[in-house]
């Protein structure tokens, strides 16, 4: 199968930067995703990486490196609101989608 | 609001009972999924749908069984569950291309506890 590993739990201020890290081990590879999802609701589409570099989306922005099997997600100017869990979700040769087991992020006042 | 509903929301269902969770796309996808979602687990695909044809199903259980009559809606059938099912059924949909796979969008899922 798939592995996909990033941090259980990260915690930061109101205002601060978050970067939220993510590694993968996969059969071929056809593009990254980061979604958040708060407690009871659906996941969110956040961003798609596929290609090597930083998308910036806002306060949000995203990493990708194929050659290394690692992304990150940064999380800039936190806000109360951000607190949710960011899961990572790669795309492998046959085009499966296979998630992580999430990271939960508290912001904190 | 995905555009992707889910119901019921919430749902307690005995061991020897047979309910099912309806999802209902309004995105005009010709693909959809099941997930379940454990805490602490990375969200596991069951079974996906593409063009109402199933093709794909994760090894699961025969006491699941999915039902696609159209591209808009999907089930999951439930019966004789065990208290280990209990979980977060997410349903997800996306808009599949000649090459495969775009982005999925999901439903708010329905919470099942299985007493």
């Known amino acids: 199968g798939q592995n996909i590993d990033q941090p259980t739990e990260m915690t930061a201020t109101e205002g601060a930067i978050v970067q939220i890290n993510c590694t993968y081990q996969?059969?071929?590879?056809?593009?990254l995703f980061w979604y958040q999802q708060h407690a009871g609701e659906a996941p969110t589409f956040l961003s798609y990486?596929?290609?090597?570099g930083l998308e910036e989306k806002g306060r949000f922005s995203s990493f990708l490196s194929r050659s290394k099997g690692y992304s990150y997600l940064l999380l800039k100017e936190l806000q109360m609101k951000d607190s949710a869990s960011y899961l990572c979700a790669v795309r492998d040769g046959d085009y499966k989608l296979s998630f992580g087991a999430g990271t939960t992020v508290t912001v904190r006042a | 609001e995905t555009g992707v509903t889910q119901t019921p929301r919430h749902l307690v269902m005995g061991m020897t009972n047979k309910k099912s969770l309806k999802c209902e796309q309004h995105?005009?996808?010709?693909?959809m999924y099941w997930y379940k979602q454990s805490a602490k687990k990375p969200l596991e695909l069951m079974f996906v749908?593409?063009?109402?044809?199933?093709?794909e199903n994760n090894s699961v259980p025969s006491r699941f069984s999915p039902e696609c009559p159209n591209s808009s809606h999907l089930f999951l059938h439930l019966h004789t569950l065990q208290p280990e099912d209990s979980a977060l059924y997410l349903c997800?949909?996306?808009?599949?291309?000649?090459?495969?796979?775009?982005?999925?969008?999901f439903g708010p899922g329905t919470r099942l506890l299985v007493l």
């Open positions: 749908y593409n063009f109402k044809e199933q093709t």
């Open positions: 996969t059969s071929g590879f056809n593009g």
């Open positions: 995105l005009g996808h010709n693909a």
């Open positions: 990486n596929v290609l090597d």
């Open positions: 997800a949909s996306s808009q599949e291309g000649a090459g495969g796979g775009e982005t999925q969008y």
